[in-house]
């Protein structure tokens, strides 16, 4: 039986700063061309990035496509390239600010041959790329410091194991079409959605050593309006699936309401102290070789990304937005 084909599903949007060296990472697999099929779905990019890849198809000698959605939104493009794939393919979700180790694609397919079959999706966690851009490097430390974003149980481990998501994700051949693709209401948190119905229906999430660097690309302002929107999504998650609610989901909406419960009472001087072990705790773990000024930095950054978060988790508890009230998921693959 012939292995099966490897089916690279990436959006883009004006990545055309990052594409070279994000196309050369794929360009460089070790994993025969004709078990790959790249589809890369424009979202309306006015860069020429678009062009750039139809080219880079063309001299890379990689089967493949490029796709134009109708709609700017990460998952009605990632359905849009569903759409392009076989039932028998395995279907891996690319970011077109990543790097991928040159063993990635192999690593994914041998684990599916591998691992049981109720294994549904494997995936890892991205290591931030190295830059010296100050913006950039602020965001670095925000994935790579654990009081940044957390202890999500796949960050930070290579060892096999179950999990509850990994970053980005690749899918057995024909799990995303039976589970209906993703959830295109979701207007952020889509992979999250999607790993609660697989859970619900019966599949297992695997971390696997699979290597990545993920490009920051966002700046301070930008990446508190990003995970402001990602709390308010991950709530409306936590509603339809409340088995979904972690510890971290809700350490820092915990801690600003009590900042706020202690700043308001005669015992606010407590404060104080609490943050300064906070500050300590954030330097102690910060990235081997990270500048003292974007060490520094982060002790605001990082307050001000949790404090963004929470209002965006608790905004989301109170109220849904009306798209998601009438309608149920249906399936919904665009060509």
Not at 92 to 106: E, F, G, K, P, Q
Request: charged letters at 20%; proline letters at 8%.
């Amino acid at each position: 039986m012939p292995a099966p084909r490897i089916a690279c599903i990436m959006p883009v949007l004006n990545e055309i700063r990052w594409l070279p060296q994000v196309l050369a990472s794929i360009e460089a697999q070790q994993i025969p061309r004709e078990r790959l099929f790249f589809i890369a779905v424009d979202n309306g990019s006015s860069d020429g990035g678009d062009a750039m890849i139809s080219d880079w198809l063309t001299r890379a000698g990689i089967p493949g496509k490029l796709v134009r959605a109708s709609v700017r939104s990460i998952p009605f493009a990632l359905n849009a390239g569903l759409g392009e794939t076989r039932d028998d393919d395995i279907v891996v979700r690319l970011d077109a600010h990543t790097l991928y180790d040159s063993a990635y694609l192999s690593t994914i397919a041998q684990a599916f041959e591998t691992l049981e079959p109720d294994v549904w999706c494997v995936g890892g966690a991205p290591t931030p790329a190295p830059s010296d851009d100050f913006s950039s490097a602020l965001g670095e430390a925000l994935y790579s410091n654990p009081m940044g974003l957390g202890p999500a149980d796949y960050r930070g481990a290579v060892t096999a194991g179950r999990v509850s998501t990994v970053y980005l994700g690749a899918w057995r051949p024909g799990v995303l079409k039976r589970l209906g693709g993703f959830d295109e209401r979701w207007l952020a948190n889509e992979d999250c959605e999607l790993t609660e119905r697989i859970a619900q229906a019966g599949g297992v999430i695997m971390r696997i050593p699979v290597h990545c660097g993920r490009i920051c690309t966002r700046g301070p302002a930008a990446t508190v309006r990003q995970w402001s929107r990602y709390g308010f999504w991950r709530a409306q998650t936590f509603k339809r699936y409340p088995a979904a609610v972690r510890p971290r989901h809700v350490i820092a909406p915990g801690a600003l309401v009590f900042a706020l419960a202690l700043l308001v009472s005669p015992l606010r001087l407590v404060l104080a102290p609490l943050y300064a072990a906070y500050a300590l705790a954030t330097i102690a773990l910060r990235r081997r070789g990270e500048r003292p000024l974007v060490t520094a930095a982060t002790l605001a950054f990082f307050p001000l990304v949790h404090v963004g978060y929470s209002l965006g988790l608790i905004a989301g508890a109170v109220r849904s937005p009306a798209t998601l009230k009438p309608k149920r998921h249906a399936p919904a693959f665009h060509r």
